[in-house]
């Protein structure tokens, strides 16, 4: 009987001096992540455009790709890495998947995003999110990062109204609000300022994911006389690039351009090996503002309830290199309009009619 209660004293030491060491290496493999200062993961959530979507997604997709190798940080946890949303019932789920995941900063991608951001930020205090073309008020755990499109669009109506041949030139817009708003009335300005005399035909196609009707109001407006159409309308401006190819299918002479958004879209112009029919594209510099909000929050800035916003003199917004479609007489001039812009001679209306 000794034998059997020494034997079981014996054991429940060794137990307790094995817990008791196993606690020891758990608090200091702790210490030693929260005093590594270099120790720091970002995270994404996609809207239900994907990864590759050419646009927003994948741009601030970029930014963080090179954020992450540029720190020496790999892809999955304690890296960077990204959950793509199928339907707008993942938002959620995927934003407090990553936030569970312990990722220090988590981008949330499109103002599809904001209600999820808005729901999920109240439930996750310690959290840090930044949301990208959209606006979170009253929550100190989110970022918001806006672009001052209207800019850029500026320079591309600019652009629009001194290569015309016609003199008319078009607008399609997705979904009429502030934001595509800002793209509407940047182009209206740059173009009256460059031609007074241009006419701008302006449609708005009330949904961001219908090519088919894209290529409707593409079709009426070259047929109408306008010769270069700008879309800030997603996947519906898709319809304006297959409209204009096909036009320039039919005649290689046919003078039918088509201006790109969020993304240089000079690849979805391709005709041929020779042709191409984007003139230029509007481009939003999400790569850019994603690595930066990345290094400040990394340095200990994160700019918790804020509202960031990129314009040209941050290189957040600018037009892509027409491959010279444009002239250099109108690049000269497109040029002089940006200098005008950053040093805040020309004041470049946000919202259309102002």
Not at 88 to 112: K, M
Not at 182 to 196: C, D, I, L, M
Not at 261 to 287: A, F, H, I, M, P
Not at 334 to 346: F, H, L, P, Q
Request: hydrophobic residues 35%.
């Amino acid at each position: 009987m000794k034998k059997r209660k020494i034997g079981l004293a014996l054991s429940a030491l060794l137990a307790s001096g094995t817990l008791l060491a196993a606690c020891g290496s758990n608090n200091e493999t702790e210490t030693k992540k929260g005093d590594d200062k270099n120790s720091f993961s970002v995270g994404m959530v996609t809207d239900i455009g994907g990864i590759d979507d050419k646009s927003f997604n994948q741009s601030t997709w970029e930014g963080i790709e090179k954020f992450g190798k540029d720190n020496g940080l790999s892809k999955g946890n304690g890296g960077y890495d990204y959950l793509q949303s199928a339907a707008e019932s993942d938002y959620n789920t995927n934003l407090n998947s990553l936030i569970r995941r312990n990722f220090d900063l988590v981008y949330a991608v499109g103002f599809n995003l904001h209600d999820s951001v808005v729901e999920v930020a109240k439930q996750q205090k310690d959290a840090k999110i930044a949301i990208i073309d959209s606006v979170v008020e009253g929550q100190d755990n989110v970022a918001s990062i806006m672009f001052r499109a209207n800019e850029a669009s500026y320079l591309a109506g600019a652009a629009a109204a001194l290569q015309s041949k016609t003199g008319k030139i078009g607008f399609i817009g997705g979904m009429e609000g502030d934001i595509i708003g800002g793209f509407e009335a940047g182009y209206v300005a740059g173009a009256k300022a460059a031609n007074p005399k241009v006419k701008v035909d302006v449609q708005y196609a009330g949904t961001f994911g219908d090519a088919a009707k894209g290529q409707t109001i593409a079709k009426r407006m070259y047929d109408s006389g306008s010769d270069i159409i700008f879309h800030a309308a997603g996947g519906t401006g898709n319809g304006l690039f297959t409209e204009a190819k096909e036009r320039k299918k039919k005649d290689p002479k046919a003078d039918v351009w088509v201006i790109g958004v969020d993304r240089d879209q000079y690849d979805e112009g391709k005709v041929d090996d020779k042709t191409n029919v984007t003139l230029t594209s509007v481009l939003k510099r999400v790569d850019i503002a994603a690595e930066d909000v990345s290094k400040q929050t990394k340095d200990g800035k994160f700019p918790g309830g804020k509202l960031i916003t990129f314009g040209l003199k941050d290189n957040g917004v600018d037009l892509a290199d027409s491959h010279g479609a444009i002239t250099a007489d109108t690049q000269k001039k497109i040029d002089e309009y940006k200098a005008k812009i950053i040093s805040g001679e020309i004041k470049v209306p946000e919202k259309p009619g102002k």
